[in-house]
């Protein structure tokens, strides 16, 4: 079915469609949604109930498996949001009210006053320094205080302060106080400010309004709200954050005294149904304790601060984590499988007392300075109110209602919902669901696209060639990331001096809005030709930075950054002299370099508007139809002659849905879809091009010419080799499964299952092994879903299921205990003590220890079902490799950043989704097949790419016409002019990488602003004071 | 703590069963092993046993070893295990369960006994006119060498009191003075109240002992007292 028919099903004339979405909430999952959106040709209403954007992720100090600073990686986002022409950002706004069908609703948000005019203020922070009303800061979880008058924090986006009315003692006794207004160097104290009623014509809806930490103070044994020293692991992040109350020194709260003994104790308000009322895992706080404890350590000043954490099951079940707690753990955090029942004051020190139980039952006291509550993720008492006011249905434990096949609708019809709202989940998850919900929203309004958008213009660009250079130097604190290690102000003294340079100064955070805005100013006004900043990563923060010289009116290649954090400050934190001495270094190289820099062309690609997506399984299912739905032509390709994949063996999804009826209606709709060519029995034999303009060769001689690839070729499932550790008699005893042969059965309605008196399941069969280190996410589910199944079919038989961590993730908890409450057992072994399995006369025995009575349990199971690992594919590496895509170790696919973009590839164009990425369950295979859509719809929505302007070019003089060249560039772009017999580059197709530049042998090739003069200029510069 | 090995060819889970049918809400299948019980029990390690060993021998059908554990003594059925238990399991409802199953003559002997005088009048054992004449004799020799207590009052059998007051029955037996403060306290209050003559004894040693009609013979015995006295309110001082 295309989407044209079922518009006009909805809505009537296409005309009335709307062109512009509204995305409820401004955390980390709101904002990827508004810029999916922005960026593909919507406009976009964003409304934040808060002074400013950022959400949770906003309050972290870093985040796991890749410990980065979380503002660092967020900040880029949020500014953009902020300063993108189609993102209308109401903060301090809540929605009121949602009529309306999809295409066409209206929506009434009211925006409460902030008593201080935007577009005045400039951030200077004169009104809250001299407020005289102190408030509890919130943004620090009530461990430090701010004013009456207040910025969020301090990379919030918009960088504006805002009144708190309930606290401000002009506003609840006007005349009173007024300080703010008096001390305002613009004028941009009002008092009077009222709150508006902004009405919204929009045609579809997306729900993000986040999560809320549990209040632990309802489990008074916690000690929580009683002794000071007990902490909130959000608490935690804030006492972590160079943001936070004690700027990062990690103090506790009871003495200011730096904590060396810290206990975790998991969870706090999850997989509790007594008086925590959550029976749901929360998802991500096995992995944020663990990221904690590696922190903690690293910002201990002795760096033997003793770090323990207090479990149930270990939940690492997402890329990479189970690495990051095996890292942990041979690092020296310590894990104690036991939950302690009260932490208890001890002696007069502040410290607290922990009795707990090892798994033997042998009591242990010891004795932290600080206790952390990993608390979980609970829906917001404004959340489930929002979620009234739009009309969407919420579940039992209170989360936005959702369908495993459309994982990011909700139960009214063009409202949509991505991130912990609908189930606690991380960021890589929640920002992959936001996209998900972009393409969802953005699907029933294509016909509308670009309808309500308005297009950038850049002021005119100043010729710079007749000047001499005027260099401006931007020196980052970055918070005290840099500036507690860099003595920044030395630095920027430093700069000043260096040759060209006219301006240098420093900044708390160059990447912030007043910064950025200000910066723009100065190039103005300084007449600056030159810009360097001397910050963090230009992976993350370059664009930005150059997007602010356009807009200054001078060519963003006249720009280059020092990264004086991750290259300086981050690894010479012990040496800040020398590290001092460095940056000064990196900028005079820096600066030399700056110096030849010239202004570029911005180049630009025709745009191929149509995909390939390869794979034909639910997640390139998934994808093909999303695109093709929009109207953009698709060639979706499948190895084998047959499409459906992995699903095909499915039986049900952990929510009961049958998979087989589902499988079904999308391959009709794959078969039968106008835009989507199917090409079964064929791969990939080769790729050229770049992003906007790919040609592909098919096995079957076919070229493909598309503007976008998505890579959805799935995986394998492990079945153990006879002479495999992992054997359990697989392949030699019939009675032996894995889980997909044992869902064969339940799909073909085998009815000698329910005379199955005994049931064994092995948990972690290949997985979580040393040589397949990671964790396969779905089994534990899988497997136990499996087990309720056979207890529906005969109540009776007695089911064990050997585990290692039970990892039934969110809401997926509900089976596990459902399983237990059919009286399901449960037995947990250990690499060290492997259950055996026997076969004597044909009867399969498996002896396990259980380790709470110590003792050996012989079972005699008719069946044996192995829960076994998911495996990537080995031909995988050669798509790698035709596309550029890196492979991780153990052998997935490698996105571009695992946090922020986790449906991209480095190389642009190109996506990826479902189990190549990691193993994971078909919802999230969904969501992510759409957020890899969204993605590769931003590309084929735009008529022009930018393409790479720093590219290679030929004289042709000293060109030999060797050919070299065309040998070693990887893009095919260059080749010999067969009139001139020279070398000839296509710009378009140029990546810069400068390959041709190293093997051309008679010197011929240069890189723009690359060439032997400037790398020269660096070299010599670097040998200064040496 | 299990000598041999645990063979399953049938699992069979009669006393968890039973359990089930006599306790509404039991829980025990769905216990997590997550130990919080164990940290927070005082008997933990006792008799090789703690709240959680005990849940896991009643999933695993092993009803001999929990019917034989003397563990049932040590664990005072406090419920500081179900207060923090994460799926509300009250371990000290089981051990209530096993000390009722267990043959009267396999009891702890003093518990029983206190059980079976209770039943007949008071858990010591003594006289209902002994605790009369010891209360009396008590008052006087206050009021005698306490001249500022000449007017206290410890009235037995006082119709249409406000308050009733119960007696640990261990002391008017063996340190009869103990009685006197709580005596000061209502008398400085200003309260309005009486002993009984006869069920004065507040403690309740056939709850410990686990038969459910020999409490209930003894609260009720204790109820229709008051009852019949006419009070309003009741302290149980136990």
Redesign the interface.
């Known amino acids: 079915m295309s989407n044209k028919k079922n518009q006009q099903g909805n809505t009537g004339a296409l005309s009335e469609v709307s062109g512009s979405v509204l995305v409820v909430g401004g955390g980390i999952a709101g904002v990827q949604a508004a810029l999916d959106l922005a960026d593909s040709g919507f406009y976009v209403h964003l409304v934040e109930k808060s002074a400013a954007i950022g959400g949770g992720m906003s309050q972290l100090d870093k985040t796991f498996p890749t410990n980065d600073c979380s503002a660092c990686i967020l900040s880029p986002k949020l500014v953009e949001c902020g300063r993108h022409l189609n993102i209308n950002l109401l903060t301090l706004s809540e929605l009121v009210s949602l009529e309306g069908e999809p295409g066409s609703f209206k929506a009434v948000v009211k925006q409460n006053p902030r008593y201080v005019d935007p577009e005045k203020c400039i951030a200077c922070g004169t009104c809250a320094e001299k407020c005289p009303k102190k408030v509890v800061n919130e943004f620090d979880m009530g461990l430090g205080k701010r004013k009456a008058i207040y910025l969020k924090y301090p990379q919030a986006v918009p960088l504006k302060y805002a009144i708190d009315a309930q606290h401000c003692i002009w506003l609840n006794k006007p005349g009173r106080c007024g300080m703010c207004e008096k001390v305002c160097p613009s004028k941009a104290i009002n008092f009077d400010d009222k709150p508006t009623e902004h009405m919204l014509e929009i045609g579809s809806v997306i729900m993000a309004p986040g999560f809320k930490p549990f209040d632990p103070s309802r ?1 008074d ?1 916690t000690g929580y709200g009683r002794l000071p020293n007990v902490v909130t692991s959000m608490e935690f992040e804030r006492l972590l954050s160079p943001s936070g109350p004690c700027m990062g020194h990690m103090e506790r709260p009871s003495d200011g005294k730096e904590p060396k003994k810290i206990a975790w104790l998991q ?1 706090v308000g999850s ?6 009322c959550h029976g749901y895992c929360s998802s991500v706080c096995c992995m944020y304790a663990i990221k904690q404890a590696v922190i903690a350590r690293e910002h201990s000043e002795s760096g033997d601060l003793d770090a323990s954490i207090f479990f ?1 099951d270990m939940r690492t079940h997402g890329k990479e984590f189970e690495e990051y707690y095996n890292r942990a753990a041979s690092e020296g955090v310590k894990f104690h ?6 932490v208890l004051p001890s002696g007069e020190n502040d410290n607290l007392r ?6 033997d ?3 242990r006291y010891e004795d932290f300075d600080l206790v952390v509550l990993s608390v979980g993720l609970e829906m917001p008492q404004q959340a489930i109110e929002l979620a009234a006011k739009a009309g969407v249905s919420l579940d039992a434990d209170k989360f936005i209602v959702t369908d495993p096949f459309k994982p990011v609708s909700t139960s009214r019809n063009g409202v949509f919902v991505c991130g912990a709202a609908a189930e606690p989940k991380d960021i890589p998850q929640s920002v992959m669901e936001a996209s998900a919900a972009a393409l969802e929203a953005g699907r029933i309004l294509a016909p509308a696209r670009w309808k309500d958008t308005k297009k950038k213009e850049y002021p005119p660009e100043k010729n710079v060639y007749s000047e001499p250079p005027r260099i401006g130097v931007f020196v980052c604190s970055c918070g005290i990331n840099i500036a507690s290690v860099v003595d920044v102000e030395a630095v920027t003294e430093y700069a000043k001096t260096l040759p060209g340079v006219v301006l240098a100064q420093n900044n708390l955070f160059t990447c912030s809005q007043d910064t950025i805005d200000q910066m723009e100013e100065t190039i103005r006004k300084e007449g600056l030709n030159r810009v360097v900043v001397a910050s963090c990563t230009p992976r993350t923060h370059e664009p930005l930075f150059q997007e602010t010289l356009r807009n200054a009116g001078i060519n963003k290649y006249l720009f280059e950054m020092a990264n004086i954090r991750d290259q300086d400050s981050w690894v010479h934190q012990n040496e800040p002299e020398a590290a001092t001495e460095k940056a000064k270094d990196l900028i005079r190289v820096a600066v030399a370099k700056v110096r030849g820099d010239a202004p570029l062309p911005y180049n630009s690609v025709k745009v191929t508007k149509s995909a390939l997506v390869i794979g034909a399984g639910v997640a390139g299912m998934t994808a093909a139809v999303s695109l093709a739905d929009q109207g953009f032509p698709v060639t979706l390709v499948e190895r084998k002659d047959d499409i459906g994949g992995h699903a095909r063996k499915f039986y049900r999804t952990w929510q009961g849905n049958p998979v087989q009826d589902y499988l079904a209606s999308l391959v009709d709709t794959v078969k039968s879809h106008e835009n989507i060519d199917l090409k079964c029995g064929v791969s990939v034999k080769g790729v050229s091009g770049s992003v906007g303009n790919f040609t592909t060769v098919l096995t079957d001689g076919t070229e493909l010419k598309h503007g976008v690839s998505i890579i959805a070729v799935g995986a394998g499932s492990f079945k153990p080799d006879s002479d495999s550790r992992w054997n359990y008699l697989y392949g030699k005893n019939p009675n032996v499964h894995t889980l997909l042969e044992l869902d064969q059965k339940f799909i073909a309605e085998d009815s000698s299952l329910s005379g199955i ?2 049931t064994v399941f092995i948990h972690c069969v290949g997985s979580r092994v040393p040589e397949r280190p990671y964790c396969s996410r779905v089994c534990c589910t899988h497997a136990i879903d499996q087990a309720l199944k056979l207890k529906e079919l005969n109540p009776d038989m ?1 089911i ?1 299921m050997l585990y290692r961590d039970i990892r039934t993730y969110g809401q997926r908890e509900r089976l596990y ?1 459902e399983a ?4 399901i ?2 037995i ?1 072994y250990d690499l060290e003590n492997l259950p055996a399995v026997t076969e004597e006369g044909g009867n399969i025995k498996v ?1 396990v220890k ?1 380790p ?9 199971p008719d069946m044996l079902v192995l829960a076994t690992a998911v495996r990537p594919k080995v031909d995988v590496h050669d798509l790698a490799k035709f596309f550029k895509c890196s492979i991780r170790a153990d052998g997935f696919l490698m996105e571009a950043h695992m946090k922020l973009r986790p449906v991209d590839f480095a190389t642009d164009g190109i996506f990826l989704a479902g189990l190549c990425h990691y193993p994971k369950p078909m919802d999230e295979t969904i969501a992510q097949a759409q957020a890899a859509a969204s993605r590769a719809s931003i590309v084929l929505s735009q008529d022009e790419i930018p393409a790479e302007s720093i590219t290679a070019q030929v004289d042709p003089r000293k060109c030999t016409g060797c050919a070299v060249c065309t040998e070693v560039c990887a893009y095919n772009a260059v080749s010999i002019d067969e009139a001139t017999e020279k070398a000839v580059v296509n710009e378009a197709m140029c990546k810069g990488c400068g390959a041709c530049v190293a093997g051309c042998r008679s010197d011929a090739i240069t890189l723009k602003n690359m060439g032997n003069e400037q790398i020269m200029a660096e070299l010599e510069t670097i040998m200064d004071n040496w | 703590m299990l000598e041999q090995k645990l063979e399953i060819r049938k699992l069979r889970t009669k006393l968890k069963q039973h359990m089930q049918e006599a306790v509404p809400d039991a829980h025990i299948d769905y216990c997590l092993t997550c130990g919080m019980c164990v940290s927070g029990c005082p008997a933990s390690g006792i008799e090789d046993m703690d709240p959680r060993k005990f849940l896991r021998l009643l999933v695993l059908g092993q009803d001999e070893k929990l019917l034989e554990t003397d563990w049932i003594y040590s664990c005072t059925m406090c419920q500081r295990c179900e207060y923090a238990c994460p799926m509300k399991i009250n371990v000290g409802r089981f051990v209530y369960e096993l000390r009722g199953m267990r043959p009267k003559d396999k009891r702890p002997k003093n518990l029983q006994r206190s059980c079976d005088l209770q039943k007949e009048s008071n858990s010591t054992g003594i006289p209902n006119d002994d605790f009369v004449w010891v209360v009396g004799d008590v008052l006087e020799e206050v009021r005698e060498n306490e001249p500022e207590w000449a007017d206290l009052q410890a009235p037995i059998d006082k119709k249409g009191a406000e308050f009733y007051l119960n007696q640990n029955a261990k002391e008017p037996t063996v340190e009869p003075e103990e009685m006197v403060p709580l005596w000061k306290i209502l008398h400085v209050a200003g309260v309005d109240w009486t002993y009984s003559s006869k069920w004065w004894d507040g403690a309740n040693y056939c709850l410990f002992s686990g038969d459910p009609e020999d409490w209930e013979k003894t609260v009720r015995n204790q109820a229709e007292t008051v009852d019949a006295l006419g009070v309003r309110y009741y302290i149980n001082t136990e």
């Not at chain 1, 499988?337 to 009260?342: D, T």
């Open positions: 489990l044994y969870c997989r509790d149904i007594n008086r925590a149930m499988r036991a939950r302690i029942h009260s922990v009795r707990y139980a090892g798994e039952g042998e009591i008196n005994q007695d064990f205990q237990r409450a059919k009286g057992i449960f947990r002896t259980d709470i009575i110590d003792a050996e349990v012989e079972l005699n």
